[in-house]
């Protein structure tokens, strides 16, 4: 099955500053790639996903960039403001095959400092 | 507020009883799924149900069983046979399981075995 890394587990950042979340996928059949956004006490929630025939995909503040060739993918920050603080993961999909379930990453903790 | 709602918030069990957690949806989504978040090890699935009356094993499925009646809940039962059950437990559904669904997910239960 689908197996995916998340690196770091924590992550420390000035505000203002840039920040970058890495993921890396096991299986070249996942082509559906989300991140979720767990603020503390609250659910997780979809901020940005990107499909594997997309390098890069950006909204506003965040990106994400995929190479499939070496089955990794990024998420990308910019202007860290406090309320960026948060656990972010990952996750991996065979959008159409038999293993249709998402795969999570073990997750970032990001704090941005004031 | 409509969405994915899990009860109860906390949930105190003793060693050798069975729990139930709740989780209904008013989406009108056919996929929900059972995850359990423990630190570090990110979001690991249990079960999931891509139809009312169906439902398939996950990465961890071991210890707990689930049911699924009606298309709005999928409750989760949590049996003696499981042997580290303190933990976060998180209630997710889908519109389906193929193409690019967005999860939704319920608030949480934390369990704790006293």
Redesign the interface.
């Known amino acids: 099955?689908e197996n995916?890394e998340?690196h770091p587990?924590t992550l420390s950042v000035q505000e203002g500053d840039s920040a970058v979340i890495k993921c890396t996928y096991s299986d070249s059949a996942s082509n559906?790639f989300?991140w979720?956004k767990q603020e503390l006490g609250?659910?997780?929630?979809?901020i940005i996903?990107i499909?594997s025939n997309v390098g890069e995909k950006k909204d506003q503040r965040i990106a994400v960039t995929l190479n499939k060739t070496a089955k990794h993918f990024s998420l990308h920050i910019t202007e860290t403001q406090p309320e960026d603080s948060a656990v972010y993961?990952c996750a991996a999909k065979e959008?159409?095959g038999s293993a249709?379930?998402?795969?999570?990453?073990?997750?970032t903790q990001l704090t941005v400092l004031p | 507020d409509g969405g994915i709602t899990q009860s109860p918030k906390y949930l105190f069990r003793k060693e050798g009883q069975n729990v139930t957690l709740s989780c209904e949806q008013n989406l009108n989504h056919d996929a929900m799924y059972w995850y359990r978040q423990d630190p570090g090890q990110g979001l690991r699935l249990i079960y999931y149900s891509q139809i009312v009356n169906d439902f398939q094993k996950g990465d961890i499925a071991e210890g707990y069983s689930v049911s699924r009646e009606k298309k709005e809940s999928f409750p989760l039962t949590v049996t003696s046979a499981q042997k580290n059950p303190t933990a976060f437990y998180l209630c997710a559904s889908s519109i389906g399981t193929t193409g690019e669904t967005e999860a939704f997910f319920g608030q949480g239960t934390r369990l704790t075995v006293v």
């Not at chain 1, 609250?42 to 979809?46: A, D, N, S």
Request: aromatic residues 20%; charged residues 20%.
């Open positions: 099955g995916v998340q587990s559906y989300p979720y609250k659910r997780p929630q979809l996903d499909r993961f959008v159409w249709r379930q998402l795969t999570f990453g073990s997750g």
